[in-house]
């Protein structure tokens, strides 16, 4: 059974949805030099060369711009966050169809470029303000609650380019953000996420078929150590404004299954688990890095810039939540893989126990609820899942309706896991299923990878009305939400 006030809702983030990608003051983010792509023909970055040549480079981890070149906007390419799906100008509607089905909350990310526009003025600009507090206010219209990430995969292109989280000195500009948008919307909004998906930083490095090295590693433990201290920045700030600011960490989860039973793959999935997801946990829950760090440091030779001051600030800025994505679980092993799929956050063995979505991402309901078990053992913290979803492509029927009957199945079998997951002692307190309207998929730019149970008219080169059509999930989501999760 769920709590009676369970949280049930949707989530989306800004460079995914709103579009106006330069009005009303916004600065550029990274994400707005970047290509639509598929799984076959990943994302590019647009740049002009020295010599003033147009170019694409790929991205990649420490993707580094070619000397004297820079991010540039080319002619005839479409740029999947430009537009979006214009939810800056068309939130109302939007949130009137969340409210239809039924939402309590609704998840959302700050753009930090359109408070702060290159992330390094001293004052912040108002229309960007203004913009939020018009959605948060629509919002409470409708008793939904706001649930607002502060970074969700971007930052300012100024900030990029002094080094990005690899710079100390992020963390101030940082500061500032979050004390001005706690103080601006103070009352408005009272459950936050400082990081998405903060463990990526390091749990990604090698998938993809990237390879890393040691200074690899260095640079993304270090970059991960200040977003954690950012992290604990925002919940000592958050707290301090509003004691009623409930802030959330947030792990991208996957769980890691060992391939076979050999001990050596028992303990690589340990070790998986560890470095991709313990470790960024345990700072944020527990305030410290935990002891196995030593080993994983060891590992690549890393040596971290951590000051005592650091210390202090994660142990008082422990988080109030834990929140998760759950999508796919992922399998290790030391031996040869000859069947490896690859998602987008996982590249392992091929499962035969489960089947996969046409990315490649693994179907495992029950893996939801080992890790809601796992966690909740780990932790004993109320516990949020804030991404899960079958993006899936979609067709529209003649008489314009979508029955996304999969997708149905897809959120029902996971939140049947999640319910026994609850009556096994998990402090679940809210779901907010991903993409809950139809938004530009983060790994492959297309909107032809559709999560919503609301249709968006708009194809992958950017053609379409935008118009917006229910889906049949629309109907089914809103009597799960109605019955607490009863009818199914
Ligand atoms: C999550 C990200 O990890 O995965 C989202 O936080 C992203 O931004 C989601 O959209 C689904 O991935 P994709 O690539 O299908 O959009």
């Known amino acids: 059974m769920f709590k009676d006030n369970f ?4 989530a ?3 460079n995914q949805s709103e579009g106006a990608w330069n009005l009303d003051g916004k600065g550029p983010i990274l994400l707005d030099f970047r290509t639509g792509g598929s799984k076959k023909n990943p994302r590019m970055l647009t740049i002009i060369d020295k010599e003033g040549n147009p ?5 990649t981890r420490g993707t580094r711009l070619p000397d004297g070149a820079q991010y540039s906007i080319l002619e005839n390419i479409y740029y999947p966050s430009h537009e979006g799906i214009d939810f800056y100008h068309r939130y109302k509607d939007d949130i009137k169809l969340f409210a239809e089905m039924g939402f309590k909350i609704f998840r959302l990310s700050i753009c930090w470029a359109r408070i702060y526009p290159t992330g390094v003025e001293d004052k912040p600009n108002q229309e960007g303000i203004n913009y939020y507090k018009d959605v948060f206010n629509e919002l409470k219209k409708y008793n939904i609650e706001p649930l607002v990430t502060l970074v969700h995969s971007e930052m300012p292109l100024h900030l990029e380019e002094l080094g990005g989280w690899s710079n100390r000195e992020t963390i101030k500009h940082f500061d500032r953000y979050v004390r001005t948008v706690f103080e601006e919307f103070k009352g408005l909004v009272k459950y936050w996420i400082t990081f998405n998906e903060i463990n990526n930083e390091v749990g990604m490095l090698e998938m993809f078929g990237n390879t890393a090295n040691d200074e690899t590693y260095q640079t993304a433990y ?3 150590h200040y977003e954690f201290v950012a992290s604990a920045h925002a919940v000592k700030i958050g707290h301090e404004i509003d004691e009623k600011n409930i802030i959330g960490g947030m792990i991208c989860g996957i769980p890691h299954y060992p391939g076979s039973n050999d001990p050596d793959d ?3 999935c340990r070790y998986t688990w560890e470095k991709a997801i313990f470790y960024s946990g345990d700072v944020l829950c527990k305030g410290e890095y935990p002891v196995f760090s030593k080993r994983l440091w060891k590992e690549h030779n890393v040596v971290l ?3 005592s001051q650091d210390l202090i600030d994660l142990k008082e800025g422990i988080v109030d939540l834990y929140t998760f994505s759950y999508y796919m679980t992922n399998v290790v092993t030391t031996h040869e893989v000859t069947d490896v799929v690859s998602g987008n956050f996982a590249a392992g063995a091929r499962n035969p126990y489960l089947k996969y979505s046409d990315w490649g991402w693994a179907y495992d309901p029950k893996g939801l609820r080992y890790y809601l ?7 004993q913290k109320p516990v949020m899942i804030t991404e899960n979803g079958l993006g899936a492509k979609d067709s529209l ?8 009957d999969y997708r149905i199945e897809y959120l029902r079998d996971h939140i049947i896991e999640m319910k026994k997951a609850v009556e096994n002692g998990v402090n679940l307190i809210g779901y907010t299923a991903w993409g809950c309207i139809d938004i530009v998929s983060m790994s492959t730019g297309q909107m032809s990878k559709r999560y919503g149970f609301i249709y968006v008219d708009r194809d992958d080169e950017g053609a379409g009305t935008l118009k917006r059509i229910k889906k049949k999930s629309f109907n089914w989501y809103k009597k799960v939400i109605e019955s607490n999760g009863n009818k199914l």
């Not at 949280?7 to 949707?10: F, H, N, T």
């Not at 170019?55 to 991205?59: E, H, L, Q």
């Not at 029927?397 to 996304?404: A, E, G, K, M």
């Open 7 to 10: 949280l049930w809702g949707g």
């Open 12 to 14: 989306i983030a800004a």
């Open 55 to 59: 170019g694409k480079i790929p991205i």
């Open 222 to 224: 270090q970059k991960l």
């Open 266 to 268: 028992i303990l690589l």
């Open 305 to 307: 810039d951590i000051t």
């Open 373 to 379: 078990e796992v966690i909740n053992d780990r932790y």
């Open 397 to 404: 029927d003649s008489d314009n309706t979508i029955n996304d």
